[in-house]
C-alpha cells in the first residue's frame, strides 16, 4: 500500500523544534511518503531538519492557512497522479504533540471499510455557532485520512478547485473544517473516526479534555492549544491547572518525553512562568478550597506545576 502524508508546518520564527521531527519519524511507519509543506520563513538549521525526516519539502508564501498548504502541495504531485499511484492521502499539521504512545493501536483500529476518517468527529451542542453559521457535525481537521475511493473521484479535484481564499482563521473553520466532512458524506462517501465528543456534546474534548482522550481514548495526540488557550472557565486540577494531570499520566506511563513539550512553548512563549505566584496560589487553594467552588470564572493561560515541568526539563 502506498500512503503520503502531506505534513503543513509553521512557526513565526521558522524553527522547527523536535516535537515535529518526533511526530513525523512516527508517522514514517504507516507512510511510504512524507512531504512537509510550510507555511512562511524556515531556518536553514530547520530546513536540513526537515530534509532528514520527509522525502519532498515544499515552502511557500504564509497564506490561506494548512488549507490551502495541502491543496498547494496536491497540486505539485498532480491530482492524476495522486489518483493513479496513492491508495491513501493522510493531512495532518504541527498543531498537535505525537505520538502520545504510538500510533499503531489508532492505525489498527481504522483499518477498516470507510472512504475518509479523522482522529476526533465533533457533535456541537445547540445553537453552536462559528461566523455566524451554525456548526455542523464534523471531522477535525488536524488529522484526516483519504483513501483511494476518493482519490479517484471527481469530487476530490471539485473540492479542492472550488476551495475559498483563506484570510483568517475563520475563514479556515467556515471553507475548510466544516466544509469538508459534510461535502463528502453528502456525495456518498462514508466517513469514520477514531474518537468522538459525544460523551460531552459541544466540547471540543482534544482541546480542553486531554486527560480524558490520553487515559480513556488512548489518544495519541495533545493539541499544542491545549497548553494556551483562553476559555471564559478553567476547571481545577490540583495545584495549579488541570493539564498536571495528564502530564503526570504521561510521565508515570512514559508515553511521550515531555521535554518536547514544555522546550517548544518555552521558546514560543506560549507557555509563561507568571511572576505573581503567589497571588495565583491564593486564587486556586483560597477559593477553590476554602469558598469550595468548583468553578472560578477567569481569563488567562493555564497553569501548570512548574516544579513539575523544572524536573522535567532537567
Known amino acids: ?57 515544499l515552502l511557500r508564501d504564509n497564506k490561506g492557512f494548512d488549507a490551502w498548504a495541502y491543496k498547494e502541495a496536491l497540486c505539485s504531485y498532480g491530482f492524476d497522479y495522486v489518483a493513479e499511484n496513492l491508495d491513501e492521502v493522510l493531512l495532518s499539521n504541527f498543531s498537535c504533540f505525537a505520538p502520545i504512545g504510538s500510533f499503531k493501536p489508532m492505525f489498527d483500529k481504522m483499518d477498516k471499510t470507510c472512504d ?24 477535525q481537521s488536524y488529522f ?61 474534548r482534544p482541546l480542553f479534555d486531554p486527560y480524558d482522550m490520553v487515559v480513556v481514548d488512548h489518544s495519541p495526540f495533545i493539541k499544542r492549544k491545549s497548553f494556551f488557550a483562553k476559555s471564559k472557565t478553567w476547571e481545577f486540577y490540583a495545584p495549579y491547572s488541570r493539564y498536571n494531570e495528564v502530564l503526570r499520566y504521561i510521565s508515570d506511563h512514559n508515553l511521550y518525553d515531555l521535554r518536547l513539550i514544555f ?21 486556586y487553594l483560597v477559593l477553590g478550597k476554602i469558598l469550595k467552588l468548583k468553578r472560578y470564572k477567569i481569563k488567562m493561560k493555564a497553569l501548570p506545576d512548574y516544579r513539575f515541568i523544572k524536573q522535567c526539563i532537567k
Open 116 to 139: 475518509f476518517w479523522g482522529h476526533c468527529r465533533s457533535y456541537p451542542s445547540a445553537g453552536q455557532m462559528c461566523g455566524g453559521q451554525p456548526i455542523p457535525e464534523h471531522l
Open 263 to 283: 522546550s517548544n512553548l518555552l521558546r514560543t512563549g506560549d507557555f509563561v512562568f507568571p511572576k505573581l505566584m503567589t497571588w495565583y496560589r491564593i486564587k
Open 144 to 204: 484526516l485520512l483519504f483513501r483511494k475511493h476518493i482519490l479517484q473521484s471527481d469530487c476530490w479535484k471539485g473540492f479542492w478547485k472550488t476551495l475559498k481564499p483563506i484570510n483568517s482563521y475563520d475563514d479556515a473553520i467556515l471553507h475548510y473544517e466544516l466544509r469538508l466532512t459534510r461535502y463528502f458524506e453528502e456525495r456518498g462517501f462514508v466517513s469514520a473516526s477514531y474518537t468522538d465528543n459525544r460523551r460531552k456534546v459541544g466540547c471540543n
Open 1 to 57: 500500500m502506498k500512503r503520503l502524508c502531506i505534513y503543513c508546518f509553521y512557526d513565526k520564527d521558522g524553527i522547527v523544534d523536535d516535537y515535529v521531527l518526533v511526530c513525523l519519524r512516527a508517522i514514517r511507519e504507516f507512510f511510504s511518503e512524507i512531504c512537509v509543506v510550510v507555511n512562511g520563513n524556515l531556518t536553514k538549521e530547520s530546513g536540513e531538519k526537515l530534509k532528514s525526516v520527509c522525502n519532498n519539502l
